[in-house]
């Protein structure tokens, strides 16, 4: 038999998904999913909508060794969704929504990916989820770490989910991958997506799951100034600041973190609705090229 006959690609979905192997990482987030192939897997039924259920038991995927085409990961990422380009990120020509985020020693280095995010939480609709895979990453350095936020909220001191319960935030794309731009940049950006308002504590549409939902992307309580929170104008600003940093602070907690470390050809599929992502920057002056297709998604609640 040829090696090539002998292809991940060409083996049947169907045996695929009898004997696909789930080895957790973590206690609480991330398992890694081994003998599939997703441009196989995007092919069967079954086995995406075994895929999906363990996305939301393990709210992050990974896969390894996922030698696929450009047209096999949109086809894979499409299962789950329309696909949305990113408004300042650039994306493959030829697959729209296919964003490319590639690093050099000759590119600046940005202040997005290397804070703790949801992607995209400026959106009114942000995304369901993420299809990441590494084509080119340094020999060391450069991973990826998740944190599951629906433990961030259970974990969360009685007192606190009390007062944060009707809270709404504001979540700007114009104070984060709009402020090194000009002026005129910067609030055309903002004409264009104005910020978004979120629960601060949002309920996951397919678990019913209490997600604590705001990270670096947001910006302030919407609703804080209260006679429940506020017993003089001055406690408005500090009140609110002060427990906003707290809420953002608890994706920090290791035990709700997993790491992952890049090779080439390597995949990481997240539930975006309940999870915060961080890039560690630590690889310059190497290069770092990676492909995501994000899905469109639903309306916080």
């Given at each position: 038999m040829s090696q090539e006959s002998m292809s991940p690609a060409v083996i049947g979905a169907a045996s695929l998904t009898r004997s696909i192997q789930v080895e957790p990482l973590t206690?609480?987030?991330?398992?890694?999913?081994?003998?599939?192939?997703?441009?196989?897997?995007?092919?069967?039924?079954?086995?995406?909508?075994?895929i999906r259920g363990l996305l939301l038991k393990h709210r992050v995927l990974f896969f390894r060794d996922q030698d696929i085409t450009r047209a096999e990961?949109?086809?894979?990422?499409?299962?789950?969704?329309?696909?949305?380009?990113?408004?300042v990120a650039g994306s493959d020509p030829e697959h729209p929504g296919l964003v490319r985020i590639y690093k050099s020693p000759d590119a600046p280095n940005d202040r997005y990916e290397n804070a703790w995010h949801t992607d995209a939480t400026w959106?009114?609709?942000?995304?369901?989820?993420?299809?990441?895979?590494?084509?080119?990453?340094?020999?060391?350095?450069g991973d990826t770490m998740w944190a599951n936020m629906v433990l961030a909220y259970e974990n969360l001191p009685a007192d606190v989910k009390a007062k944060i319960a009707g809270l709404r935030a504001r979540h700007s794309i114009e104070a984060s991958f709009g402020?090194?731009?000009?002026?005129?940049?910067?609030?055309?950006?903002?004409?264009?997506?104005?910020?978004?308002?979120?629960?601060?504590?949002?309920t996951h549409p397919e678990t019913g799951e209490k997600v604590l939902f705001v990270n670096?992307?947001?910006?302030?309580?919407?609703?804080?100034?209260?006679?429940?929170?506020?017993?003089?104008?001055?406690?408005?600003?500090?009140?609110?600041?002060?427990?906003?940093?707290?809420?953002?602070?608890?994706?920090?907690?290791?035990?709700?973190?997993?790491r992952w470390r890049w090779k080439p050809n390597s995949m990481a599929f997240w539930d975006n609705r309940s999870t915060q992502h961080y890039a560690v920057m630590d690889y310059p002056p190497c290069h770092r090229k990676m492909e995501r297709a994000g899905i469109m998604g639903d309306l916080p609640y």
């Open positions: 206690c609480t987030i991330g398992a890694e999913l081994s003998n599939v192939h997703l441009g196989a897997a995007a092919r069967d039924d079954g086995l995406m909508a075994e990961h949109v086809a894979f990422a499409r299962r789950f969704g329309e696909l949305e380009d990113h408004p959106r009114e609709k942000p995304p369901f989820g993420c299809v990441l895979r590494c084509i080119e990453c340094p020999p060391v350095g402020a090194a731009m000009t002026i005129e940049k910067r609030l055309a950006l903002k004409a264009q997506f104005p910020d978004a308002e979120h629960p601060v504590v949002r670096a992307f947001t910006t302030h309580f919407s609703n804080y100034h209260t006679p429940e929170h506020v017993r003089f104008g001055q406690d408005a600003n500090p009140g609110a600041g002060q427990l906003l940093a707290y809420l953002i602070s608890q994706v920090y907690i290791p035990e709700y973190q997993v």
